[in-house]
């Protein structure tokens, strides 16, 4: 649960930026705690959600964010719509495109129709609250027959900022992409830094586009080992940090658990009060290394979507890496290399030409990856596309509310999303 201060902190912030926004009820939720009646990220005013609480908490993650919607959609005067994850958001927009006839019965007939994953004593508890609202309905009909560009402020005239939990690394795809279409004009403000599951920052800046965090020193212990790390590297202490220069962080979340090397990097963006504010920089725990050239997430998903960007029309919509180790000897006989799935709008095939591009990007981004392979110890990428919902499926398998690792290790998972491979 995050420190009171932190919540009062937010809530603060929030309605100076947003005066409307902590309106009764007027916040709705759309984010997934299995397994257990979900507080929202611990606020003290409970109140503010239209959500009920027990949504949240379904076995099935398809199954919570349908269900939340389905509240959203009741509110017509929402302030506010928060998500944990950006990827949650997307996928419970996805569920509109798909779903908005059914949707729009259900909010007319005022009931809440059985579907997998929703257990019947938790659908009865729920349909309680409902009674119907044909013209709500209605209303959500004429606009998702006019499409979805624009759609969220369309269907809550009134909503004035979409908070996500985490909108950084692979987050940002999800962010960019609802920017350009479900969520035009609306901006995103991301509250909090959390690491290895404790908070140690919150965003004091909610209208500027690239988050910022005031790191408070009594929430958890921090140290920072400066990058590029020296051959004997020495931790320095908040009151140290230089600003303009890029640290990997080292957590002591509570008092009596291990000191840990969180895998973060952060960069002092400055000063508030004598405390560091901090940018996200990238995951050092997320890396792809086959030959010891240790190409990190953040920086894979740059070269990635400057490919993207050659194919015309098409849109990331989500990706993972792959080690070729992991696939044994389905990857064939040839060096090792990368095996990359991607998700993409607009774009149905890729021609062999268009594949290379990605390899082609890496080999221009990064030197020793070229190296590599004008060698042959590294062999040729390899390029899968998936089917449509393959990621939301593959978020429902993990099993976990914490965003998806996008440098897969886990051959249970691999194997699902070799499962929805189309080219």
């Given at each position: ?20 926004a902590l309106a009764p009820r007027g916040t ?232 840990c090397r969180a895998g973060e990097v952060l ?157």
């Amino acid at each position: 649960p995050l420190p009171m201060q932190g919540s009062l902190l937010y809530l603060d912030t929030l309605r100076a930026a947003f005066p409307q926004a902590l309106a009764p009820r007027g916040t709705a939720l759309l984010s997934w705690a299995p397994g257990r009646p979900y507080a929202p990220a611990g606020w003290p005013l409970p109140t503010l959600y239209c959500t009920p609480s027990e949504a949240g908490a379904l076995p099935s993650r398809a199954a919570a964010l349908r269900v939340q919607l389905f509240f959203a959609l009741r509110a017509r005067a929402l302030r506010v719509l928060e998500a944990g994850l950006a990827a949650e958001l997307h996928d419970a927009l996805a569920a509109l495109h798909t779903g908005w006839p059914g949707l729009a019965q259900d909010l007319a007939l005022g009931r809440l129709s059985p579907q997998p994953g929703l257990p019947e004593d938790v659908r009865g508890r729920l349909q309680a609250l409902l009674a119907p609202d044909t013209v709500r309905a209605a209303e959500l009909q004429a606009e998702c027959a006019r499409g979805f560009e624009g759609i969220v402020q369309r269907l809550w005239p009134q909503l004035e900022v979409l908070v996500v939990g985490t909108a950084h690394g692979a987050e940002q795809l999800y962010c960019d992409a609802l920017r350009q279409a479900d969520c035009k004009g609306l901006p995103f403000y991301c509250p909090f830094y959390q690491a290895a599951g404790a908070l140690l920052g919150v965003n004091l800046w909610p209208e500027e586009p690239v988050p910022r965090f005031l790191l408070c020193p009594d929430w958890a212990f921090c140290e920072f080992l400066p990058c590029p790390a020296k051959e004997e590297p020495r931790t320095v202490l908040l009151g140290e940090l230089w600003e303009g220069r890029e640290y990997e962080l080292v957590l002591t979340a509570r008092p009596g658990e291990y000191r840990c090397r969180a895998g973060e990097v952060l960069r002092v963006a400055g000063f508030h009060k004598q405390c560091p504010v901090v940018e996200h920089v990238r995951r050092e725990s997320q890396a792809l290394s086959v030959r010891g050239e240790s190409i990190t997430e953040e920086r894979f998903c740059r070269s990635l979507c400057r490919a993207v960007g050659m194919w015309p029309g098409a849109r990331l919509v989500d990706y993972i890496c792959v080690e070729s180790a992991l696939l044994g000897a389905s990857s064939g006989a040839s060096a090792p290399h990368y095996e990359v799935f991607v998700e993409l709008r607009g774009l149905r095939d890729l021609s062999e030409g268009q594949r290379y591009k990605l390899d082609q990007c890496l080999q221009e981004d990064f030197p020793i990856y070229k190296s590599f392979r004008f060698k042959g110890s590294i062999g040729p990428l390899r390029l899968h596309l998936v089917g449509a919902g393959a990621f939301a499926r593959l978020r429902e398998a993990l099993g976990s509310p914490l965003p998806m690792p996008r440098v897969l290790q886990e051959e249970r998972l691999l194997q699902l999303i070799q499962s929805t491979v189309v080219s």
